[in-house]
């Protein structure tokens, strides 16, 4: 599986910005995606993820500002950023991980940042 992730950019606080990560390959197989982020000299942390029947969970500090949702037509996930801060300037990178074999993938980031 091939994850191509984009939308990154710059925007200042309050804005939004939509982040888009397209798999392709194998996709006929069923599996979770996901959002991480690295800010600088910090870990990638995970931001917010759905499951293959649409469960998601987001990390507290994005609750009630950000949503994940998926096209499993297009075999996308889409992060939609609102009311961003300037904490949430990072690294972006997507992520997808089959059910049956638990393999892990990850796209390649995208960057984000909100400036004050």
């Known amino acids: 599986v091939q994850l191509q992730a984009s939308g990154g950019g710059l925007v200042q606080a309050g804005g939004s910005l939509r982040l888009s990560c397209a798999a392709s390959g194998r996709t006929s197989s069923r599996y979770a995606m996901g959002w991480f982020r690295q800010a600088p000299g910090k870990e990638r942390v995970i931001v917010a993820a759905?499951?293959?029947?649409?469960?998601?969970y987001y990390t507290d500090s994005v609750k009630g500002r950000f949503t994940i949702s998926r096209d499993s037509a297009k075999n996308t996930v889409y992060l939609q950023m609102n009311s961003l801060k300037p904490e949430d300037t990072a690294v972006y990178y997507c992520?997808?991980?089959?059910?049956?074999?638990?393999?892990?993938?990850w796209g390649q980031g995208t960057q984000v940042t909100v400036s004050s």
């Open positions: 759905i499951s293959w029947g649409r469960t998601t």
């Open positions: 992520n997808a991980e089959t059910l049956v074999t638990s393999a892990v993938y």
